[in-house]
């Protein structure tokens, strides 16, 4: 089973990423920059 992070933010599209670290970075830094974000992921 394999799991699927999808990010979506009007700054960077909407962005899947099969890393959660590389997802967990990407949160935080949205976050430290103001920048309103939709987190979802899929179990595969």
Known sequence: M?????ITSTETGKVLIKRR???RALRW???DNGIAYDYIYYLI
């Not at 394999?2 to 999808?6: D, P, R, V």
């Open 29 to 31: 830094w949205l976050r």
């Open 2 to 6: 394999k799991i699927l992070f999808e």
């Open 21 to 23: 670290r590389i997802a």
